[in-house]
């Protein structure tokens, strides 16, 4: 009797112990969803921290705070520009809020390196445009602005955009050697220009419709001026492009460091090429790298100025 009791006593608990697995699986299945989902919310967040931290380790490459300072001067360029009336002081004045050192270069000139910054982003693209805008260039004579648009001069976003002259900023087109380049500079600076690019649009400097194509035109010249090889110009070229367009270079910073490459390794004239900083090809990076989680850093426009 003894020996069936207890033997009834553990069938008892195998019973009671069946019964909790089972509610255990039940609860278990009535909940999968909930729990597949806190698992795919933690591992979006650790890839979200990841991301962030990868941005974070090259902002300082792209954008440094101290900015970049180019090999190049503004020299007297800001007077020479008034007195020649690509640029009207008040109107620019007007346009662009500047600071003392701003003025100084502007108005009395002043040999000191081109510097940019994020502070410094419009007043650059700006100088840089007036002086492109006004320089003798093949860019003008032999590229798409001289042949197959020749007669739409004027309706471009680097010339009809360009207010802050006195009088249409067309009648400025190419006219003043403000940089002494000999023939053999010049096809330097059309051979160059056709490999840098610019996110705004699918057209490279040879083809400066925009404001930006037209600073960068005249950011080549300088440096081809003094002498400085295709390389080091093409790095200050990119550069420059990185702050104007800050949030195409830092996604595309990311694309070559997920490859391997740190961005202060990458070829400059090939990420200033099509396939990286023509409008389609930053697009292009873009679906390929995905959102990344920095906050938008505002770049310049391919507008009036």
Known sequence: MKIKSIFNKDRIIIFFAFISLGLSGLFLGMNLPNIKAKINEKNAQKISEKNKKEVERIVSQVLPKEGFTLPVSWEDMGPTLIKLGVIDQKKFESAIKLTDEQKEILIEGKDTPIRIDMSQGQFVVDMLWAIGLAQKSKVYTDGPMGKEYKKEQGNFASTGGWTLAKGKAVNYLGKFDLIPLTPEQQDRVSEIAKNVYRPCCGNSTWFPDCNHGMAALAAIELMVSKGMSDEEIYKNVLKLNS???????????????RQGKSWDKVDAKEVLGAKYSSGQGAADIVKKVGPLPFKEVIGGSCGTS
């Not at 702050?243 to 460091?257: G, I, K, N, R």
């Open 243 to 257: 702050f104007w367009f800050p949030d195409t270079y830092l996604t595309t910073a990311v694309y070559f460091q």
